[in-house]
């Protein structure tokens, strides 16, 4: 009772006006197995609650091949949802105001280099001439075009490789909290601290 009051009091204390445009969350590939598929769920709930319209969340594949969703797993949630493999985007989801882009092993430094390639390609075929390629030419090849605000880390001290472009600038939050074990209150700390911080963007 006391913790659904101190939630409630929490979440009250978010300032809408003020919320990260796109927060990301970083797990291991083994915070899917037992209660971690339905604390996917709880999150994209979490999120929607508070009025957030973009979550990213990445799941690193420290044990390759482990990285995987049930078939049909979210696919009449409320959301825009894209799965994210090394190899493909699936979309599911039914629609909705949050948009949801989950990461299976597609870590930063190969969406890297794939951007890399798209840009020589270009390059090769006349399309991109290469004295102009920029920081925009590169963002625009990326998979990902958002550029996360908070970057949480569920249960560990470690970030990935995950966004390593886009996140440059991001404020990051670690929780000793595990991924399993998370509750709606330690999301909410989360959004909270961002929200009392003084974005400095690298400067």
């Given at each position: ?65 482990l990285c995987r969703l049930p ?27 949050l948009n949801v882009d989950i ?26 001439e290469g004295d102009q390629i ?70």
């Open positions: 009772m006391i913790r659904r009051i101190y939630e409630h009091l929490l979440q009250s204390r978010i300032e809408k006006s003020n919320l990260p445009g796109c927060v990301a969350v970083v797990l291991g590939s083994a915070d899917l197995s037992g209660e971690g598929l339905s604390r996917l769920c709880q999150l994209l709930d979490w999120s929607r609650s508070i009025g957030l319209s973009a979550l990213i969340l990445y799941v690193s594949d420290d044990q390759p091949g078939d049909g797993f979210l696919a009449s949630y409320p959301a825009q949802i894209n799965l994210h493999t090394t190899e493909d985007v699936v979309r599911t989801g039914t629609g909705g105001p990461s299976l092993g597609y870590g930063g430094k190969k969406e890297v280099v794939e951007a890399f390639r798209s840009i020589l390609r270009g390059v090769e075929e006349g399309s991109i920029d920081e925009k030419t590169i963002e625009s090849h990326l998979r990902f075009c958002q550029k996360p605000d908070l970057v949480i880390r569920a249960g560990g001290k470690r970030l990935s490789d995950f966004m390593i472009w886009q996140a440059a600038y991001s404020e990051l939050y670690f929780t000793d909290v595990n991924w399993q074990a998370m509750r709606k209150i330690d999301f909410l700390r989360a959004i909270r601290d961002c929200q009392k911080r003084q974005r400095r963007f690298g400067r």
